[in-house]
């Protein structure tokens, strides 16, 4: 049986489907009422040096152990390291995508229903805390959100079942340029607002006396989340790479797109927020409460809305297929006859598994797991648990069981990488990272205080 490897078509392409994993809806939805809550400057100054320090290394991390293995997550460190256990790392990553689809298809579809709200005229002219009421309003009926989830999730397998190619590399292409475009609009508009700069000073100057160590591990586990790095999703996208790309610059412009996108989420927001007197911790309804303010004020803001709703659907969706489309590539191994089929059933399963989530913020309210709703209860084993479980499985991988000399090759290509960076590289990945990683970990489940008394 032949089985043709996929590949991206050019290099921009991979690294607009790249970009397209790590940009969603955690750096337009989550990094603004994350930061809000943390404090603003200090917490997006912390979020940008994890960044840069551990994100970049590790994503570079990701890309050449994909590269390497040139197939699914689950093979790729089976080929690496053979007669080991090291698979495990794809299988979590499987496991997390699964999972974390599962909970990531619920917000998407809020966005489907906003755009709903939004064409049907109901999201104008209204307050801010009758946009609260609504959104409130929005989320709890359990029809219309299971609905809108399907149809998220339906989107995700209709691209995904086309391929690499032609389905996430070409969608991707279109959304991604289309997002920043949009966003720089909407800057502008929000940095024009009377007492917009308040706002600009509350994201860009940090205040340190607001930095604890809640806010330095939700700044590092958010920085891996918006990397999507830990659940081998940029593992699988790098092993339909060609041996030309360089992958420390791919890396680099993904990271940049990233903080640029947050920066931007966070210049429409904040001037907005503070424009209209509103707080900037208002927690996750953050984004769906002030924009539509905003938007209010703007001439065309009719048209804008549609168009940021759409956009940020785009930004939702081609994260998704990332998270899909390792669980398929996982499972079909790669042969291209089984891609549509898989495509379609694991979508359905994984909408089966997400409905409980859906149900949360409306008539399963109530229903509580060690005092979490069952969303956040997913949300939270993913993004603090499996997450950086994943990426500190990965540094382990590359620091000893890939043989350093086959790193160093596998980089080199395409990339002029000299020895010295090579070797600062390796240095964060064996040490740097899996220290912060253990630090933050203890920290999140509340082991750090017991240690340090
Ligand atoms: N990076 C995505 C976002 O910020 O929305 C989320 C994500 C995708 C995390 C894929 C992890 C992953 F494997």
Do not use: H
């Not at 930095?211 to 591990?217: A, F, G, P, Y």
């Amino acid at each position: 049986m032949s089985q043709q490897q996929e590949q991206w078509k050019s290099k921009i392409g991979f690294i607009f489907a790249a970009a397209g994993s790590a940009i969603g809806l955690g750096a337009i939805w989550k990094f603004p009422y994350v930061a809000g809550t943390g404090g603003g400057g200090a917490f997006f100054l912390v979020f940008l040096l994890f960044t840069l320090l551990l994100g970049w290394p590790l994503l570079i991390g990701e890309f050449t152990v994909g590269r390497k293995g040139q197939t699914d997550a689950i093979s790729t460190y089976r080929k690496l390291a053979p007669n080991t256990n090291w698979a495990i790392i794809g299988k979590i990553g499987v496991f997390t995508n699964f999972l974390l689809l599962s909970f990531y298809s619920v917000v998407g579809g809020w966005i489907v229903l906003y755009l709903v709200e939004a064409l049907t005229g109901r999201l104008s002219g209204l307050s801010q805390e009758a946009y609260g009421q609504r959104f409130g309003e929005v989320i709890s009926n359990p029809t219309s959100t299971l609905l809108a989830q399907l149809i998220f999730i339906l989107l995700t397998v209709i691209v995904v079942a086309q391929g690499v190619q032609k389905g996430i590399e070409k969608a991707s292409k279109i959304m991604m340029p289309a997002l920043f475009i949009l966003f720089v609009i909407l800057v502008i508009r929000s940095l024009t607002l009377d007492g917009a700069m308040e706002g600009v000073k509350f994201i860009l100057v940090p205040d340190f006396t607001k930095l604890s160590s809640e806010t330095i591990s939700f700044a590092l586990g958010q920085a891996f989340f918006t990397l999507s790095i830990g659940a081998s999703v940029m593992v699988t996208y790098a092993s339909y790479l060609p041996k030309t790309q360089n992958l420390p610059k791919s890396a680099l412009s993904i990271i940049v797109m990233n903080i640029a996108i947050a920066l931007l989420a966070g210049l429409a927001i904040f001037p907005g927020v503070f424009a209209f007197g509103l707080e900037p911790n208002a927690g996750p309804v953050l984004i769906f409460t002030v924009l539509p303010v905003v938007f209010d004020q703007l001439p065309f803001g009719f048209f804008f809305l549609i168009s940021f709703l759409i956009l940020f659907l785009f930004a939702a969706l081609t994260s998704a297929f990332s998270m899909i489309e390792i669980i398929v590539a996982t499972l079909t191994k790669n042969d291209q006859k089984k891609r549509k089929k898989y495509t379609w059933i694991i979508g359905l399963l994984i909408f089966i598994v997400g409905v409980p989530s859906c149900l949360s913020y409306g008539v399963m309210a109530d229903y509580k797991i060690f005092d979490r709703i069952f969303f956040d209860l997913i949300d939270y084993l993913v993004s603090n648990i499996l997450l950086p479980l994943g990426a500190l499985l990965i540094s382990i991988f590359i620091s000893y069981k890939v043989p350093k000399n086959e790193l160093f090759e596998e980089i080199r290509q395409g990339s002029s990488i000299g020895k010295v960076a090579f070797a600062l590289w390796l240095f964060i990945i064996k040490y740097i990272t899996p220290i912060a990683i253990i630090v933050v970990f203890l920290d999140a489940i509340g082991l750090l205080d017991w240690f340090i008394r």
